[in-house]
Every structure is written in C-alpha cells, then in structure tokens.
C-alpha cells in the first residue's frame, strides 16, 4: 500500500524561479515603500502573494485556447461555456465578466436600492468596496468561532444563522440580497458546510430575498464539505457543488480560482428581469453578452478548468499539499489560523509577535521578513488590508493575519519544504521584528497601494539565500 498522495499531473514546461539575494531584497522592499505588492515578479522567488490567476494551465486547456472562437456576438466558445455552467449549476443565465469583482459589481448595481444592506458570512474585500461605493451597507454574520483562530470548528465560514434571521426581521425592506461567501477567504480559506447553505438559503426564501453566492472557490469547499461533514463522505465533489449552486438564485465567481484559468469571472443569475438590468450594465462596461470582456479563448480554457477542478484526485492534491505546509509549521510551533482551510495557510500574526500593536500591523511585519528572508512574497489580511484610518490610529481588523496562499497546480513539495525552512527561520526572530507605519495610502482598498515605513530598521537575515 501506498500512502505518498502525488501531484497528479506531470511537468511539461517550466518556467525559471528567480534567485535573489538578501542584501538585494532589502534594497527592493524598501525601493516597494515596504509593500509587497510593489514588488516585481522579477524580485520573488516563491510566490504566495494570491491563488487568483496564479495557477497553472492544463494541457487540455491550452488546447482549447487554440480552438477558441473569436466572434464578437455569437461565440462557439461561449456556447461551451454556458453549457458546462449550467450544467454545473442549474443557473438560467450565464454572464461573463473579466473578473469576479466586474460580476459583484453588475450584480450590486443591477439590484441596488437607496439604503441597500446585504447580509453575508463575509464579504471578500472588492465584494464589500463594490457595496459600500454603491451607498449600500455589507455586513458580516459569520459564526462566533471564526474569530478565535483556535477554534478548530470544521465550519468556520458558516453564517450565524440566529443574527441572518434577525437582520432579515429587523432590516426588512433595506436587505437587498443573502451572500454566502465560499470559501471563506478572509477568515482563513475556511469552508461552509452543506446544513448552513441549505438553512441559509431557506431562511432567505422565507423573507423573499435573492440568495447568491460569491462562489470563487467552490470547488475547494465542496471538498471541504465531503472531508468534513457528516454524510457527504459517500458523495462526489461534484455532486456537492451542483447541489449548493441549486440551492441559490445564482452567483458571482472569480474564475481565476477555481476555473483553473488566468482570468476571467462570471456572473449566474436566475431571474430574467434582473439578468436583463445586468446583460445592460454588462454592454456598457464590459462587453457584448457572448464574451464579456474576455476573449473566446479565455471562454474555451474556463469550459474546461471548470470541469477539470472537480476531479478528485486533483482536489485530494490540492488540500494534501496545503495541509502538509499546515502540519510542518504547526509542528514547528506557528500559531495557525485553525484548521487548515482550503487554498492557503494563515499564520496568526497578532500570536506570532505580541509585542507589535494592531495598528503597527504585525501581519505586515512578518510577511515583509518571509521576503527578506527566502524571497517568499505572502499576503497581510489584517489591518492593513481591512482596518480604516482612525483620528489617532487606525481602526483595527478583527484578525491579523499573513495568508501564504497556493496558486493551483504550480509549487511542488520541494518548493513546500522550503517554504517551511523560511517560516521556521523568521519564527527564531519573531520576537525581534518592530511594526510600520502607513506613509501614504488611498481612501479605497488602501492595501494595494499604500506606502509603508518601519518603526525600527529591519535587520537583514543572519544568512540568506
Ligand atoms: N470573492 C472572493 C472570495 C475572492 O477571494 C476574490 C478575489 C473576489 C471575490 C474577487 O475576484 O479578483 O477575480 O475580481 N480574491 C483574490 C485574493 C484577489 O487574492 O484572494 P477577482
């Protein structure tokens, strides 16, 4: 008997990582304002900055790319796509979009009225911007334990089905919609299960309101709902995936997660008034209904990864490489968002380096060493990202953490342990590392742009590759 699970694919192009040195990632974090963003791809070697249009291609999918039809209104491609969507999801209408947030966008503007609150288990951080820059209110109702990274509830992307009830009764007319993120990607990559979605969407049908979901990573919590949920263990993924997609009145999906491509999103919608308002929105800022910003061979590959990443033995790889990161930091001691979620492991920042306040943002401070120290580019999902300036100092995010996120079907396990060796060298001096200060930043979506200062000088790593 064998136990190895293997990256199921073979490699048949490979691109070269690039090698930096210590003294120059210092002089290229500093020249980035000290945000990683600003980085070039040039200057990282392993990056885990995003799993979104990170991944790696099938050889399927680029044959497709090659046989994807470029007219304008009318697209063989997009019929293939439509097809495969709604075979996957029962949904009536079938929009595409460049991306997710393009979709929550049309979506948000399609159903948008004065006031407008939509009640989530979260909102991703474009999803609630989309809502707020329309004059509508997001709000969060994600169960108590997601904001105890020690929790290890096997569900903590689930809604708190108490309080939907009671903003569906106390908020009435003003709820526009029920959004169910899966999964969810700010409280850890961590799933929702099967009981929660049905309970949600019922409760929404009884108040007469939309349920959508924001269903970029789909595949991965269906997964998680097989792994983890008592009575699914028998079921395919898929069969899973199409039940929860039957369960809404459509869905806003960032292709470039679980549609295994580069780019592209989608948006489902049942309703065929608002599909209509939504086709609308679409020409004006997106495209002719048959391609919606993408090209035909972008329509072709996201047919195929759509089918493709419901394959089991890709989606048992995918979870074991990421739970296999997950075991070798927890060993080394790491303070984890717990448990292991379906695209990334999240280190618990504030845990890691108590000594730096929230608002010296010490999910910054560690992800800025992990560069210093191998060239790893991760992800702060903290303050910088979800917290607002205050009078003195900013309002801080519930949770403060540093997302390594995998792109799919790109890093293997040697790439793993070396991930592992940095983390456990920047954990050594984890006492040591000082908080930022922001220098410049922008009033929407600050995270991306912002210029950052250290507090301290940051030492250089003793010994670097
Ligand atoms: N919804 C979720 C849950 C997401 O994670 C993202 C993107 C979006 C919507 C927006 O989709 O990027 O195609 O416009 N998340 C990326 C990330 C950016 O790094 O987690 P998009």
């Avoid at 306040?357 to 060239?375: F, I, Q």
């Avoid at 983390?423 to 220098?439: C, M, N, T």
Wanted: aromatic content about 8%; proline content about 5%; charged content about 25%.
């Amino acid at each position: 008997m064998t136990h190895t699970i293997i990256e199921p694919f073979r490699i048949k192009m490979v691109e070269p990582l690039p090698l930096t040195r210590p003294e120059d990632r210092a002089r290229f974090l500093k020249e980035a304002g000290f945000n990683l963003f600003k980085l070039h791809a040039a200057q990282i070697t392993i990056d885990l900055l995003t799993d979104s249009g990170t991944g790696a291609m099938s050889a399927a999918q680029w044959a497709a790319m090659m046989t994807g039809d470029e007219t304008y209104a009318g697209s063989e491609s997009f019929f293939e796509l439509e097809r495969t969507v709604r075979d996957l999801t029962g949904v009536l209408h079938v929009i595409p979009t460049h991306q997710g947030r393009a979709a929550e966008h049309i979506l948000f503007s399609a159903i948008h009225q004065p006031g407008m609150v939509v009640l989530a288990n979260a909102h991703f951080d474009t999803t609630r911007a989309n809502v707020e820059y329309l004059g509508g209110t997001a709000r969060d109702l994600v169960v108590a334990e997601a904001a105890d990274p020690s929790s290890e509830h096997p569900f903590k992307g689930n809604i708190d089905l108490a309080r939907l009830e009671q903003h569906l009764k106390a908020e009435g007319d003003k709820v526009a919609m029920v959004l169910m993120t899966i999964t969810n990607n700010r409280g850890g990559g961590q799933p929702v299960s099967l009981a929660n979605l049905r309970a949600a969407s019922e409760l929404a049908r009884r108040f007469g309101k939309p349920f959508f979901l924001d269903a970029a990573r789909f595949a991965e919590n269906a997964w998680l709902i097989k792994q983890r949920e008592a009575g699914q263990a028998s079921r395919s993924a898929a069969e899973i995936a199409r039940e929860v997609f039957r369960l809404a009145d459509g869905f806003t999906l960032s292709a470039k997660k679980d549609g295994l491509v580069n780019i592209g999103g989608l948006l489902g919608i049942n309703d065929d008034a608002l599909a209509e308002k939504a086709r609308a929105l679409l020409i004006l800022t997106e495209g002719f209904p048959t391609y919606g910003g993408l090209a035909g061979r972008d329509l072709a590959a996201l047919a195929v990864g759509l089918r493709e990443v419901l394959e089991e033995p890709y989606l048992e790889y995918r979870q074991a490489s990421i739970r296999y990161f997950y075991n070798a930091l927890d060993k080394i001691g790491v303070p984890l968002m717990r448990p292991v979620g379906g695209h990334a492991v999240y280190i618990d920042a504030a845990a890691t380096c108590p000594q730096i306040p929230k608002w010296e943002y010490p999910g910054v401070a560690m992800a800025n060493e992990l560069y210093l120290e191998g060239g790893v580019r991760a992800v702060e999902v903290g303050t910088l990202m979800f917290g607002k300036p205050g009078p003195e100092r900013d309002e801080t995010a519930g949770l403060e953490l540093v997302r390594l996120t995998f792109p799919r079907r790109t890093y293997t396990q040697s790439h793993v342990d070396y991930l592992v060796e940095v983390v456990d060298e920047v954990f050594g001096r984890r006492r040591r590392l000082s908080g930022y200060r922001i220098a410049r930043q922008s009033p929407i979506l600050r995270a991306f742009t912002a210029e950052l200062q250290p507090l301290a000088p940051t030492p250089l790593p003793a010994a670097g590759r």
